[in-house]
């Protein structure tokens, strides 16, 4: 999301209703790392964690980190959200991709995994944002910033899809197939939100096709193995999907 709105102390109707979701999802059901990574992002929004800067400050866009070498922004923009309905959505996203990944990954690789997710989705947005400056001649996708968590709930959007087995999908109504299901909701999105940023959804989406479909996705797993000692062991589907694609790919 585009920082438009500067970060409110205190508990906002946003707050209220994530914590009622997460009480009626029930608080003992969300796994260790994924209620520390939303209960220290709320903290952050309401401003119980002290910290030297505002939202806008640390949006990220490409001219910040490729020219300015804005590191800052590139580290914690994902942190960061516009105003409470944004915080709301996203941690809702959350609570349901992670009850379902930490638990099959173990909670040590899901955290590092979450960290390799955000450093790719940072590194994604500026990509994406600099090759579309240099594709179509418009200035504002070097400068276009952006702070929240989707772009990583997109990629955790991408892995959940590929460990389920196939099945049809409700996105805003529409009943699609799993294979489609990250797309559909992309441009939904787009059109349903305009101020979200698309390049940040986008690079969300790539980086999980990156773990799921591509050797990326091998050396990830190795380096979370060596890291926690606990290999990732994924459904056979996932495993499928991964070699399939290898298979097109280099055929």
């Given at each position: 999301m585009r920082p438009y709105q500067r970060r409110q102390q205190g508990l906002q109707y946003g707050i209220v209703l994530l914590g009622m979701q997460a009480m009626n999802y029930g608080l003992d059901k969300i796994p260790p790392a994924t209620l520390f990574t939303?209960?220290?992002?709320?903290?952050?929004?309401i401003g119980l964690i002290k910290v030297p800067w505002n939202a806008e400050e640390v949006c990220i866009s490409s001219i910040?980190?490729?020219?300015?070498r804005n590191w800052k922004s590139f580290l914690i923009s994902n942190f960061e959200h516009g105003s409470d309905m944004h915080l709301y959505y996203n941690m809702v996203?959350?609570?349901?991709?992670?009850?379902?990944?930490?638990p099959m990954y173990g909670t040590m690789n899901f955290i590092f995994l979450l960290v390799i997710l955000m450093l790719g989705?940072?590194?994604?947005?500026?990509?994406?944002?600099?090759?579309?400056?240099?594709?179509?001649?418009?200035?504002?996708?070097?400068?276009?910033c952006a702070i929240g968590f989707s772009a990583v709930l997109f990629a955790l959007k991408v892995i959940?899809?590929?460990e389920e087995n196939d099945r049809m999908h409700n996105i805003g109504g529409f009943r699609v197939p799993s294979k489609i299901a990250v797309w559909v909701e992309l441009l939904l999105l787009h059109l349903l939100v305009p101020q979200s940023s698309f390049i940040?959804?986008?690079?969300g989406i790539l980086v999980g096709c990156l773990y799921?479909?591509?050797?990326?996705?091998?050396?990830?797993?190795?380096?979370?193995?060596?890291?926690?000692?606990?290999?990732?062991?994924?459904?056979?589907q996932f495993y499928r999907r991964r070699s399939s694609f290898f298979r097109r790919t280099v055929g």
């Open positions: 939303i209960i220290g992002q709320v903290l952050l929004y910040k980190v490729l020219k300015y996203s959350l609570i349901l991709k992670g009850s379902y990944i930490e989705c940072s590194t994604m947005y500026t990509f994406l944002g600099y090759a579309l400056m240099e594709l179509t001649g418009d200035y504002s996708y070097y400068t276009q959940v899809v590929c940040g959804h986008l690079g799921c479909y591509t050797f990326v996705g091998e050396i990830i797993d190795t380096l979370l193995c060596i890291l926690t000692d606990a290999p990732i062991v994924h459904e056979e």
